[in-house]
């Protein structure tokens, strides 16, 4: 089975960056569709961004061009850049593959 561990998480002030990494064990990387989900407090858990593996993107309609999602698939591995965050980002962001989720990674956007 698939396995997930995300990175990056953490503590930044409004209108700063992170920028997580999710690892993928295995050899079948590169046929998944890659995503990442977050769940805000009290709310259900919400599509963020997704490539394929023909390398469509898309994203969730709140993430107004500040985020970007890249794969790379030499080493198992997807990333999120996110840029201007907001307190309303903060959030357990979750990678997804293969029907499988990672444990999460929080990130807490506050001044």
């Known amino acids: 089975q698939v396995r997930l561990v995300e990175s990056g998480g953490g503590s930044v002030q409004p209108g700063g960056s992170l920028t997580l990494s999710c690892e993928v064990s295995?050899?079948?990387?590169?046929?998944?569709?890659m995503s990442w989900y977050r769940q805000i407090p009290g709310k259900e858990r919400e599509l963020v961004a997704l490539?394929?593996?023909?390398?469509?993107?898309m994203y969730g309609a709140f993430v107004k061009d500040r985020f970007h999602i890249s794969r790379d698939n030499a080493r198992n591995t997807v990333s999120l850049e996110m840029n201007d965050l907001t307190p309303e980002d903060t959030a357990v962001y979750y990678c997804?593959?293969?029907?499988?989720w990672g444990q999460g990674t929080q990130v807490i956007v506050s001044s």
């Open positions: 997804n593959a293969d029907d499988t």
């Open positions: 295995g050899n079948r990387f590169s046929i998944y569709s």
């Open positions: 490539a394929t593996s023909g390398r469509m993107t």
